[in-house]
Nanobody
Framework: VQLVESGGGLVQAGGSLTLSCAASGFTFADYAIGWFRQVPGKAREGVSSIDFVEGKTYYSESAKGRFTISGDSAKDTVYLQMNNLDPEDTALYYC????????????????????WGQGTQVTVSS
């Protein structure tokens, strides 16, 4: 199971970015995929999640209305469209996967996921 994030970069406040999480070694249809972010010195924070097994999506309060998670099963890729970015969105963004969906697990908690990518940096300038 391998996850590779891409799409990070430097953007001005108010701008947009789309992050991608590409999978190899497994099929998204059997998993839940979450996006998380982390800044140095702070805990990893859940941003959004899509559970392909249960057909549900989840968003943190800070992501609601600005970010959209989606998946392309043909490409085994999950996207995080981020609009109206703020400097507080600056972080290293990770995607993570959990086999067989989340069930009773909390969708935006890091401990709910077993597999992690290496991250992609998002920097929002003011």
């Amino acid at each position: 199971v391998q996850l590779v994030e891409s799409g990070g970069g430097l953007v001005q406040a108010g701008g947009s970015l789309t992050l991608s999480c590409a999978a190899s070694g497994f099929t998204f249809a059997d998993y839940a995929i979450g996006w998380f972010r982390q800044v140095p010195g702070k805990a990893r924070e859940g941003v959004s999640s899509i559970d392909f097994v249960e057909g549900k999506t989840y968003y943190s309060e800070s992501a609601k209305g600005r970010f959209t998670i989606s998946g392309d099963s043909a490409k085994d890729t999950v996207y995080l469209q981020m609009n109206n970015l703020d400097p507080e969105d600056t972080a290293l963004y990770y995607c993570a996967a959990e086999y067989n969906g989340l069930g009773w697990e909390k969708p935006l908690e890091p401990y709910s996921y077993d597999y992690w990518g290496q991250g992609t940096q998002v920097t929002v300038s003011s």
